[in-house]
Every structure is written in C-alpha cells, then in structure tokens.
C-alpha cells in the first residue's frame, strides 16, 4: 500500500496524479492475494472485495456488487471471443456518439430490450384491475395547453379524420377520484408530433384537461396512427440484426395525477392498428388495447360537440376507456410485500 509521501514522489508518480492529490489523496490497498479463473478466488471475487472495502454509500455498493456479478456470469455463460466483445464496446460507444436532445440511443436502447417496462413495473406496482403503465416516450411537453373537459385538443387543419375520446378515473373501490388532471397527447394522422414539425406555430394534438368531480373527462382530436422509433442508429441496426422492426402502434398518451393516487403514465391502443404484438418498446400490453368503432349518425356528432362541417369522411371515430388508479397506500404496500419477497428468495 502506497503511503502519501510515495504518491508524491515524481520518481513514482506522475504530473497528473500529482496534480489531483491536491485536491484528494484516493485510499490504496496492498494486493494481498492472487486472483486466477478456475481457483477459489476470481477476478470477480477481487472486485467485489475491493469495492466491499472503499465503497462508502450502501446502495451503490449494492448496486455495482449485482452488476459485477451479472455481467461477470454473462461472460463466464457465453464465452465471448475478444473480436465479439470489442463490436460490444463499439456498439455501446456508437450509442453514445449518436444521442442527443432529439435521439437518445441509450434510452432507446433501454426500451427495446424490455428494460424500461421492467423498471417502470418494478417502481409502479399496481393491486389487480388497476390500468397497467408504460413509459412516457420523448414527446410529453411542459407546456400542455390547459382545456376544460369537452375540447378540442387538435388544430381544424391536422391530418387524420376525427376522434371523440371519453373516460372514467376510478380507484379500486370502483369510486369516480376527484381533483383528476391529464396531460394527453398523440401523433395526428400520418404518425407525426407537433415538436417534430418545429415550423408550426404552437402546440397541437395535446392538451391538460381537469376531469369533473366524478372523475369523467372527454376530448376531441384525431385518430393516430403507427410511427417508427429512429432507426438510423446503432439501436436501428440492433433490430434489424434481430428480426425485429421500429414501428410502433397507433396510441394515445396518457398522464393522470390525482391527490392521494400513485402518478400514471400509460398508452392506450386502438385494437385495429398494426404491429401491437411486435412493438419495439413493448409497451404494448393486451389490458391497454381497445375496441374502437365509428358513429355516423350526425345526431350524435352534435352530442359530441361536432359541427356538421368538422366531421371527415362521414364518420367519428369513438373511443372509450376506464382508467383506474391505485392510491398511494395501496403501491406502498405492495412495495413493502415484494421487498419482503425479494429478501425470501435471496
């Protein structure tokens, strides 16, 4: 173990260290023991000690000490040549090359291997009948425009033929939650955000509408349709090399936020819309698609808020959901049970 004055000495130690133990003086151990594959003390079992012995937060060492152990297991399991672990490393380092504001390979890369639904379970358990969640996506926005229930949420001139959207916000107990509030927002009709078309003026296809003390809210927009993830990317080619696509299902977005009730951030999917069982963020879960069906009758566009000269095509497409939330207490809980559970199996 290198003592202070030996860190300092520039026989030993060069301008760079030298220079940062101004600042911190790093805590050095003596190797004690020889590390080796196939004996009693691995390359695997050094790291863990050594992180066992200068880790000072708990749950990163908790954290690191699971990685290490998995990540060594993968490589002992599959036994990857030095050429197969050097394109890992390229890939991983291409992901990070390629992001920005716009194109996060990395979160994109966390999405289409299931990672991002795991974690998003894992934090937001839910009691049973409660709406399933998913991850938000990069396209929720701050500044959602602020509406009553009953408005339009899509500009006269966007693309796509009419949609009227209705819900109930219930807990468990099947009671309507007060003080509800949504942020929604979709693609229009070719597939396609507002903040993808940054030529246009303001917001569209979004909005933040408080639900009525029952817990009832509706909106009129436009029906989705399906888009792909960015696949001009090392992420793009991960798929292809996979068999898989970037196409994800037509969906609407959904924020729900209410006193007292666990936050959620879902998708709903209308039941006719491609690529709902190859999703390539997997947010696709069967609870969150639905029956959607048309109205001609222009009676009933009236009812909906419709003039006769809005409605498209002769038809309003009409799309109706239960949204039910778990309450605080409800998640804590399940937390508590699953730790619990958790600790059982170790």
């Known amino acids: 173990m290198a003592s202070e004055q030996q860190m300092k000495n520039p026989l030993l130690v060069g301008r760079a260290i030298r220079a940062q133990l101004e600042h911190e003086v790093p805590q050095d151990l003596p190797l004690e023991r020889d590390f080796h594959e196939g004996t009693d003390y691995t390359i695997t079992d050094h790291v863990q000690d ?6 000072k937060d708990p749950r990163t060492l908790q954290l690191f000490t699971s990685l290490v152990h998995h990540i060594h297991a993968f490589a002992r399991e599959n036994l990857p040549t030095h050429e197969e672990w050097l394109n890992t490393v390229k890939f991983l380092t291409r992901c990070g090359k390629e992001s920005d504001n716009y194109k996060n390979e990395f979160n994109m890369l966390s999405d289409t291997l299931g990672l991002s639904v795991l974690i998003d379970e894992l934090n937001h358990p839910k009691p ?13 926005t701050e500044d959602m425009p602020e509406m009553p229930s009953g408005s339009s949420v899509s ?12 819900a109930t916000i219930k807990n468990t107990k099947g009671e309507g939650i007060k003080d509800a509030i949504i942020d929604l927002w979709q693609a229009d009709g070719d597939g396609v955000y507002d903040v993808q078309e940054p030529e246009k003026q303001g917001t569209n296809d979004r909005g933040r509408i408080h639900a009525e003390d029952s817990g009832f809210f509706c909106y009129r927009g436009i029906l989705p349709t399906a888009y792909p993830i960015p696949s001009d990317g090392p992420v793009g080619d991960m798929l292809r090399l996979l068999g898989r696509h970037p196409h994800r299902s037509s969906h609407l977005h959904f924020l729900l936020k209410a006193p007292g009730y666990d936050e959620l951030t879902t998708a709903l999917y209308p039941a006719h819309s491609p690529f709902l069982g190859t999703d390539p963020v997997f947010a696709t879960k069967k609870s969150l698609i639905c029956e959607v069906v048309t109205e001609t009758d222009p009676k009933r566009w009236k009812e909906m808020g419709y003039k006769d000269d809005e409605v498209r095509n002769g038809r309003v497409w009409v799309w109706k959901y239960n949204f039910v939330l778990a309450s605080l207490d ?8 699953q730790r619990e559970s958790s600790k059982v199996k170790l």
């Open 330 to 337: 409800e998640v804590r809980e399940l937390k508590m049970s």
């Open 155 to 166: 500009a006269p001139d966007t693309t796509g033929e009419n949609l009227y959207f209705e």
């Open 128 to 140: 049973p009948g409660c709406t399933e969640s998913c991850e938000e996506g990069p396209f929720w």
């Open 50 to 55: 050594l992180h066992a012995k200068l880790t």
